[in-house]
């Protein structure tokens, strides 16, 4: 397994603003994922952090509402721009190593936007 | 395309009945499943995963899992059920490729009543 921490742990934040999240591994891995959790509902995978290079965003989401930054094997974070209450969600890494395809979740940071 | 449907949003049962959580998996190549539970204000952890190999698989806490090619399922069972078993629980499945991207059903909340 991995341990994976995130910080800030939770936020308040003003419409308009951008949050900077941090996901820390404590080893290095492959593959590194954030995902969007809205209150209530399933995770959606937000984009694949590459090492090195941009990051590949699923459908629906864009890299100027939402740019992220891996430069080393064990750390990326996740920026969320110019934030509506629309953006209030938890959202979570994980992480995957080649020999498996488990991902390992890290504990969230939960986004308030007012 | 992948999907993932999770049968019940919520299911209550008593304490020391069966668990049973369903989720039926679309796939056109062989995937890889997992079960994932929620703690409230916590992160993922993995229950246990199917990759091809045995099609009842065990994880932690006294959970299985049966991979059922023929009715394309991957329900979750518990033969007893306990007070600190109740959270969110999700199926994801996941190519058998190197992207290792999981999709995610839309979860059950499992209720356990005294």
């Known amino acids: 397994s991995a341990v994976i921490s995130q910080k800030p742990s939770r936020d308040i934040c003003q419409r308009g603003t951008s949050l900077t999240i941090q996901c820390q591994v404590d080893?290095?891995?492959?593959?590194m994922f954030w995902y969007r959790q809205q209150p209530g509902q399933s995770l959606t995978l937000i984009a694949t952090?590459?090492?090195?290079?941009?990051?590949?965003?699923e459908s629906g989401f864009v890299i100027d509402k939402f740019p992220i930054s891996r430069p080393n094997l064990t750390f990326s974070t996740l920026t969320v721009s110019n934030m509506s209450p629309e953006d209030s969600s938890i959202y979570l890494c994980?992480?995957?190593?080649?020999?498996?395809?488990?991902?390992?979740f890290g504990p969230g940071t939960r986004l308030t936007v007012t | 395309a992948q999907s993932v449907t999770q049968l019940g949003s919520h299911v209550s049962v008593s304490e020391g009945a069966l668990v049973l959580l369903r989720c039926n998996y679309s796939?056109?190549?062989?995937?890889?499943l997992f079960w994932y539970v929620q703690y409230p204000n916590q992160g993922l952890q993995l229950l246990l995963k199917?990759?091809?190999?045995?099609?009842l698989v065990k994880g932690i806490n006294g959970f299985e899992a049966e991979f059922k090619k023929s009715e394309t399922s991957f329900h979750l069972t518990k033969p007893s059920a306990h007070m600190s078993d109740a959270a969110e629980y999700f199926c994801?499945?996941?190519?058998?490729?190197?992207?290792?991207?999981?999709?995610f059903g839309s979860g059950t909340r499992l209720l356990v009543r005294p």
């Open positions: 994980s992480v995957a190593r080649d020999r498996d395809h488990e991902q390992y």
């Open positions: 080893s290095q891995v492959t593959m």
């Open positions: 952090a590459n090492q090195g290079s941009e990051a590949t965003y």
């Open positions: 796939s056109s190549v062989p995937p890889y």
């Open positions: 199917y990759t091809s190999a045995a099609t």
């Open positions: 994801a499945v996941s190519r058998m490729d190197s992207s290792y991207k999981l999709i």
